[in-house]
């Protein structure tokens, strides 16, 4: 099989790497990739995966060069180019894709799509209202005493969402999305959540459209500094299980709103054949959704798929075919943890092409991945290329041994301005 993967990410090169482990994968290509993955080899014949320089984003090209190399399946990381509808293009011209369609990518796409579907069918969230007037916004916020969330409807580079504590803060956060245009159309309309407060935790389920198989637990890390300090990120750092649910719970809080949800699909007509990510706090009152993603979570992916006992690349073609209702989900009794390494700077502005050192030395410890993200080649070195750098990830019996692991390989690798969290997993193990 010819398995073409689009993106660049951590999260890309943990879904390369799993793959490349499938006997059924004789050729891949990464569209862009990162120099990570320009070094993985398929298990089938030792052949490497070649990343091609065309962006995610780009649908002609990449369209063409489907066709032109006959890939069989193609699948799709980031969020960006599923809202541009690069599973409908390619289902147009007869390609075997793996995601979301674009009606079916609004879960991510539109928040106040995910809002309004989660109020009419009975998914718990926190209250909330939608608004494109702003007086009407203001309104409402003075309602709930400034404490709330808001949140520009469209994609805003996971920039978007603004966390209030008081009156004064949520006027602010609404003339600047409504009024001044900060994330321009993407926030011609807002959510404005209550804040909720509790554990907030990521929640995967693989889906074929009728079927959503619930991935085990994991919290991602979204503040830059250690203790959930400084600007929200990307994700500096996840691991998984996350303690905080019992097997029983997990499969409960699952049913309360995967059931509701695929009623919900079936009932509006949404065939969603993905990955659907639902962010989750645990609140006092019982889990409640704060937003749908439709892609796999970064760097969820990487702790994820280092558990992953299952074939990838025979589980995602099950989603597309609307067989998974046949399959287990298989899952390692390890822990896994990753910790993200980034350029000094980020989330802010930052410099890119400092040479690392100290990846081959990391990548042979046991038990051990570097899985790379803003990373490429300048003749033999490995040199920086975007915020997030790498995802040191590495699993053990035990998450403390995991997190332990982990942050050994951290220690090993360097460059200028690199900075992480020292405390991924630490609520889990207090
Ligand atoms: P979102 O992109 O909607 O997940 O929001 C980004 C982050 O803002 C989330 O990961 C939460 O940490 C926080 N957040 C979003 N909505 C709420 C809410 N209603 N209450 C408290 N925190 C929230
Ligand atoms: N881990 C956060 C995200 O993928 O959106």
Redesign the pocket.
């Given at each position: 099989m010819k398995v073409l993967v689009l993106g660049s990410g951590g999260r890309e090169h943990a879904l390369v790497w799993k793959l490349a482990q499938s006997p059924h994968i004789a050729q891949m290509w990464c569209a862009p990739g990162n120099a990570g993955i320009s070094e993985e080899r398929l298990a089938k014949n030792g052949s490497l995966v070649e990343c091609v320089n065309i962006s995610a984003e780009d649908l002609p090209k990449l369209l063409a060069f489907a066709q032109e190399k006959q890939i069989d399946f193609t699948v799709v990381g980031p969020d960006g180019s599923l809202a541009l509808g690069v599973v409908d293009l390619f289902q147009k011209n007869g390609l075997r894709i793996w995601g979301p369609t674009q009606k079916a990518a609004q879960f991510e796409a539109s928040?106040v799509y995910s809002q309004d579907f989660m109020e009419r069918h009975g998914i718990p969230t926190?209250r909330?209202e939608i608004f494109a007037d702003a007086a009407a916004a203001r309104n409402f916020a003075t309602t709930l005493d400034g404490r709330?969330?808001v949140?520009a409807d469209g994609l805003a580079l996971?920039k978007?969402?603004l966390?209030c504590q008081n009156v004064e803060e949520a006027n602010k956060a609404i003339d600047e999305i409504l009024i001044s245009k900060a994330f321009g159309n993407a926030g011609a309309r807002i959510v404005i959540?209550?804040?909720?407060?509790g554990m907030?935790i990521s929640l995967h389920a693989l889906c074929d459209g009728k079927t959503a198989k619930l991935f085990p637990t994991s919290q991602?890390h979204?503040r830059a500094l250690d203790g959930d300090l400084g600007l929200?990120t990307g994700g500096m750092g996840t691991y998984s299980p996350a303690p905080f649910l019992t097997d029983a719970e997990l499969a409960d809080v699952g049913a309360k709103i995967l059931n509701p949800w695929l009623k919900g699909c079936a009932a509006d007509g949404i065939d969603f054949r993905g990955l659907l990510y639902p962010?989750v706090?645990l609140t006092k009152d019982g889990p409640?959704v704060?937003?749908f993603n439709a892609r796999f979570g970064d760097p969820e992916t990487q702790v994820y798929l280092t558990r992953l006992e299952n074939d990838l690349v025979e589980l995602l073609s099950a989603s597309v075919d609307g067989t998974l209702g046949n399959m287990e989900l298989r899952w390692s009794r390890t822990a896994s943890v990753c910790v993200v390494m980034a350029s000094g700077g980020y989330p802010g502005s930052y410099a890119k092409g400092k040479p690392i050192s100290g990846l081959a030395e990391a990548g042979a410890l046991p038990n051990t991945k570097i899985f790379h993200a803003g990373t490429a080649k300048a003749g033999d070195q490995i040199v920086t290329n975007g915020g997030r750098v790498l995802g040191v990830t590495a699993w053990a019996e035990t998450l403390s041994s995991a997190r332990d692991a982990a942050y050994q390989a951290v220690e090993r690798i360097h460059f200028e301005g690199a900075h992480y969290r020292h405390d991924i997993a630490a609520k889990a193990l207090s």
């Open positions: 928040k926190a909330s709330c969330a949140k996971g978007g969402v966390i959540q209550e804040f909720l407060e907030e991602d979204k929200n962010g706090m409640k704060i937003e």
